[in-house]
């Protein structure tokens, strides 16, 4: 519910900023119609405290009517000319999972995409399993914003009442989630490794206590049911060609004074030939069995001639191995590549968590019980700075 106290003074600042045209000012004070949805703007902006939202107790309220698993679309610059921005992967991961989600429950799939202009998303959308697409055009989302996104996605869910609703665990996911959480005042979980249904809940499990146990969540009194989930755990399923979404448009009116922070100077800087470890199909990962930094250099030039990246362990990453943007794991990055070698690395959770998702792991290690064989489709027992160079050997005979 939303009120306007005998405070208001007609000032008239709230009326232009309210994205749905809600507000009209009668006798100077502020009167909201029937298109209001609670999204909170005008609560910002109002310089006197006049007007107030409160929120029914979650334990009071009917959620009969809140129905369909929604995925945020979030979108990456190509870095071409062209300036047309692409899907990120990352979107495409949770398609796959909430797909499953919806299926069990029976609801609807449904991508939430918010853009200055459509460049025919709605058609990898629903290739990779939306139903529906829920989109809003705004000259005003040409790029990312807090304050923008946030009041859309708000005024979004409020008025069609999702379940559930995922995030990618990305720093725009990571901005925007708690942002959305706050203003409709339901809980969130972040960095979820599993998402699965349970009595018509979203159970949603990621590691606490420094990754050494997994917790699984449930928020029975909250909705929608919101997650973050980290890039690379989940896996992006094959688009079906000629699959179809249904594309519901929503207009929104954007006021430009609603951005509190403003972009100055916009730089990006690609580092000539680099691979980001996120994005390789090929790691090469060091952990504190390479015992020194000479010897970690060694799988630089295993990564080489392999065509991949080096990865490295959170030990090797502290003993000053190899650079903190090279960590696989929780607290560090999450990487699915096709093929990891891990030389020197017992397993810790922290460190399964963030790769067991690899097409096909190789473990060398000469502890014979060292956890990652748990997770590795090859395991070597021995020594491995008797192996790494014999293995660098063969591969230069080979080319």
């Not at 979030?74 to 949770?94: A, C, M, N, W």
């Not at 996911?173 to 942002?179: E, H, N, S, W």
């Not at 015992?291 to 090797?316: H, I, N, P, Y």
Request: with cysteine; hydrophobic share 40%; net charge positive.
């Amino acid at each position: 519910m939303i009120e306007v106290s005998n405070k208001c003074i007609g000032c008239n600042k709230c009326v232009p900023v309210c994205p749905f045209a809600a507000i009209n000012m009668i006798d100077k004070k502020a009167t909201m119609n029937e298109a209001c949805t609670l999204c909170g703007v005008c609560v910002q902006v109002c310089p006197v405290n006049a007007i107030t939202i409160t929120r029914e107790e979650a334990s009071a309220r009917d959620f009969s009517g809140f129905k369909g698993v929604w995925v945020y679309v979030e979108l990456t610059e190509t870095g071409d000319k062209s300036h047309q921005k692409r899907i990120k992967p990352v979107t495409f991961e949770l398609l796959a999972a909430g797909r499953r989600l919806a299926d069990e429950l029976g609801e609807d799939l449904c991508a939430v995409l918010l853009c200055d202009k459509n460049h025919n998303y709605e058609k990898e959308l629903g290739a990779h399993g939306a139903d529906k697409v829920y989109m809003v055009e705004h000259e005003e989302l040409f790029e990312y914003n807090t304050d923008i996104f946030s009041t859309v996605i708000v005024a979004l869910v409020t008025r069609h009442k999702p379940s559930s609703m995922l995030y990618g665990a990305t720093i725009q996911g990571r901005d925007l989630a708690p942002r959305v959480a706050s203003a409709l005042y339901v809980g969130l979980t972040a960095d979820c490794t599993g998402l699965a249904i349970k009595d018509g809940l979203l159970l949603q499990s990621r590691p606490a206590f420094g990754g050494n146990i997994m917790a699984d969540i449930l928020a029975p009194n909250s909705r929608p049911q919101m997650s973050t989930v980290r890039p690379n755990v989940m896996k992006a399923g094959e688009p079906v060609l000629g699959r179809t979404a249904v594309v519901v448009r929503e207009t929104a009116k954007l006021d430009r004074s609603l951005r509190r922070v403003k972009v100055l100077e916009r730089k990006i800087e690609h580092d000539a030939g680099a691979v980001k470890i996120e994005n390789a199909n090929i790691i090469v990962s060091g952990g504190r069995g390479m015992k020194t930094k000479d010897k970690f250099k060694q799988l630089d030039e295993l990564a080489k001639l392999l065509g991949g990246v080096v990865g490295a362990s959170r030990a090797a990453v502290d003993l000053g191995f190899k650079e903190k943007t090279h960590q696989v794991g929780q607290s560090g990055t999450t990487v699915s590549p096709k093929l990891y070698l891990a030389f020197g690395i017992s397993g810790a959770v922290q460190h399964i968590v963030g790769m067991k998702a690899s097409d096909v792991i190789v473990a060398v290690n000469k502890d014979p019980n060292a956890p990652i064989f748990n997770v590795a489709k090859y395991g070597i027992v021995g020594d491995i700075h008797e192996i790494v160079p014999k293995l660098i050997e063969a591969l230069k005979k080979a080319k």
